[in-house]
């Protein structure tokens, strides 16, 4: 039998469905009491009906958006009187829509895509928002006591001359790697209901700590702080809902005296969309030019100029994949890709397994190309 299908009830059946329906009981548990259950076939159940439960009023938080959209499409059209000429019929069908009084309509409006993936992790729809100047998780949180590269790079060079390593350094192929990373929201609803200011800030660390012969040195630490505005978007395509957009501000360095010092900023549009257990991010950005003092003048021409993240998460488990590129044919057709799995294991962490091959996987390599892997684990809240 198939699913019915909210989008085509009248708004006023969708609006005046029951409590029950129109907001869903809470989720059976979180992930976190999902993941502390010990039998296997139970704690799989707990992850199944928690994470369904999610889909379904996601889906029916759409059907009410789309709903009210059409009710206000019709407002405007009725608006438009036919012996009105051209420019008045356009200014009253925009005051219909625009010059909403309908509480019911505003906030079917503005809880689109509640309790989705994006909707989750940047509290997109109204009823979604927890306030400002609250820690949040933004990238993964892990340690990865084991982190392997195919290629160490051990003379680390860039095409300006003070940024250049003449004599090798002694590095272990095997490290380990850990990242921290939140984010907190300065300031929400800017513009009427939509629009929030966030900041961010990412550390991720490179440690040689079977290096014993160095005494276990830090090899490379890449700081990321970055600031960006957000707004809630409410549109299809191809079976996607798009949720947001958004723009900002992103600084990323290494922290470190030349010739190993990197950095570079960047100004970063940003595009989601998710449906059901995926999402996924898309990331053009532009580099701001540092003059003559560059340490990595070609660094766009390594780790590209935007990226992409598909996310897909099911039963406690979180997949994702990150893909750079160059967006430039031939020799200078560059890039990167990284894999990262994360799985439940008790009810604070998950294992945590990363794949990388590409160009970058830290500053210092930003035009290194070689493979890691890393093993370890990571927070649980993490999407």
């Not at 129109?22 to 296997?40: G, K, L, N, Y």
């Not at 962490?349 to 500053?363: K, P, W």
């Amino acid at each position: 039998m198939s699913r019915p299908s909210f989008a085509c009830l009248p708004l006023s059946l969708t609006l005046a469905l029951p409590v029950a329906a129109q907001d869903p009981a809470p989720v059976p548990s979180t992930p976190e009491a999902c993941a502390a259950i010990e039998t296997d076939a139970t704690r799989l159940a707990c992850y199944d009906s928690l994470y369904r439960e999610r889909v379904d009023a996601t889906r029916i938080a759409d059907a009410q958006a789309q709903a009210a959209r059409a009710t206000l499409q019709q407002k405007a059209e009725e608006a438009a009187s036919d012996d009105a000429g051209t420019v008045e019929r356009s200014r009253r069908r925009l005051g219909a829509i625009f010059r909403n009084d309908d509480p019911m309509l505003q906030e079917a409006l503005a809880n689109a895509g509640k309790g989705s993936l994006l909707d989750s992790r940047w509290e997109l729809a109204r009823d979604s928002k927890l306030g400002i100047l609250q820690l949040r998780g933004y990238k993964p949180v892990y340690l990865l006591p084991v982190f392997w590269t195919s290629d160490t790079n051990r003379t680390p060079h860039s095409p300006n001359p003070d940024n250049t390593v003449v004599v090798p350094q002694d590095l272990d192929n095997t490290e380990s790697k850990f990242q921290l990373s939140f984010k907190t929201k300065f300031a929400e609803n800017l513009f009427g209901d939509n629009g929030d200011l966030w900041g961010a800030y990412t550390q991720s660390s490179r440690w040689q700590t079977f290096n014993s012969d160095e005494s276990r040195p830090f090899r490379e630490t890449n700081y990321e702080p970055e600031v960006f505005l957000l707004f809630r978007n409410n549109y299809s395509v191809a079976g996607w809902k798009g949720r947001m957009a958004g723009i900002g501000v992103n600084h990323q360095s290494n922290g470190r005296g030349d010739p190993l010092s990197r950095s570079w900023n960047r100004v970063i549009a940003t595009v989601g969309l998710d449906r059901d257990n995926w999402a996924l991010v898309l990331r053009p950005w532009w580099r701001i030019p540092d003059g003559n003092d560059d340490d990595n003048p070609d660094i766009e021409d390594y780790i590209g100029r935007g990226d992409a993240m598909l996310t897909y998460a099911r039963n406690g488990h979180l997949f994702t994949v990150l893909g750079r590129h160059t967006l430039r044919g031939g020799e200078q057709s560059r890039g990167a890709i990284q894999l990262d799995w994360g799985f439940p294991i008790s009810r604070s962490f998950r294992g945590h397994v990363q794949a990388f091959h590409g160009y970058g996987e830290s500053l210092i390599d930003y035009n290194h190309r070689a493979t890691y892997l890393g093993v370890g684990i990571s927070l649980l809240d993490w999407y």
